[in-house]
């Protein structure tokens, strides 16, 4: 069996742990805190990938970088969701320490450093720390970034593009997406229970994309790479509240709670 079997991701959106709607980077403590301790419950392999929030969206946008690459508004823009990073990073070692070392032990691994795209989409990434780092224990943390970009000069990444990109590299048992919804809304504002890239057509004009500033394309893109990543990799993803207390446990414990993402039955 590899050493990467029962490997899962879980993305935090910028939304659950920074103040989203704020000019500046504003982390809510008190909600990084509880989804860290619910983290640290966890005793598999884990990679963690978190959003940019209002560290990254606010400057991305200034910038004007989701149109064109600017180096200083890149550097700005990196150098405030690292910022964020050391946050997510020591809010999930506080937990490691604590335990005699069982919690988790994270270590940041930033974008920038280690991944190129060509026109928005990730083209490589060097793997063999990340692999290295799950065989040895210990959890990296990812993020949404600036990266350097062939045909762009740079971009923004979003955290959801590298989610499904390690899901589908690593081959990942469970991907879930955590945000500040309770999954994809329906007309009638409840979860919807399922989409599949057969059913999403009927689903695709009521995702809303999200109400505050955002470069990366709100609830709807990330719809749109999970589907991708069940129609190439046969992976279901689960999109459910991280902002709610537990649920981040109960992901991670393996329910399939929020909106399942999967491929269409028969497949
Ligand atoms: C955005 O990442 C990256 C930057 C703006 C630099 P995400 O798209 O993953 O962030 P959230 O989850 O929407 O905040």
């Known amino acids: 069996m590899s050493a990467l079997s029962e490997l899962v991701i879980l993305k935090l959106g910028g939304s659950v742990i920074t103040d989203k709607g704020a000019d500046d980077g504003v982390v809510r403590e008190a909600e990084l805190l509880r989804i860290a301790r619910e983290v640290s419950e966890y005793r598999g392999k884990l990679i963690v990938v978190h959003g940019a929030g209002s560290f990254g969206h606010t400057y991305a946008k200034k910038y004007g970088l989701d149109r064109q690459f600017d180096p200083e508004g890149g550097i700005v823009t990196h150098k405030s969701v690292k910022k964020l990073s050391t946050a997510v990073v020591d809010a999930l070692n506080r937990f490691g320490e604590g335990r005699g070392g069982e919690g988790p032990r994270a270590v940041a691994v930033h974008p920038m450093g280690c991944m190129v795209c060509k026109n928005g989409r990730i083209e490589s990434m060097y793997l063999d720390n990340l692999r290295l780092m799950l065989e040895n224990g210990l959890v990296p943390v990812l993020h949404g970034d ?4 062939s045909e762009l000069g740079g971009c923004i990444l979003s955290g959801d593009q590298i989610v ?6 690593l081959k990942a048992s469970r991907l879930g997406l955590g945000s500040a919804a309770d999954g994809v809304l329906g007309m009638d504002g409840k979860a919807v229970h399922e989409i599949t890239p057969g059913t999403f057509e009927e689903f695709s004009h009521y995702i809303g994309a999200s109400e505050n500033t955002d470069v990366t394309g709100g609830m ?17 993803s689960h999109i459910f509240n991280a902002g709610k207390a537990d649920y981040v446990h109960r992901f991670l414990e393996g329910e399939a709670i929020g909106t399942s993402i999967c491929p269409d039955k028969g497949n």
């Open 146 to 149: 600036v990266v350097m970009d």
């Open 164 to 169: 499904t990109y390690l899901a589908k590299t």
């Open 220 to 236: 709807l893109g990330k719809v749109r790479e999970l589907l991708e990543l069940c129609k190439t990799s046969c992976i279901t």
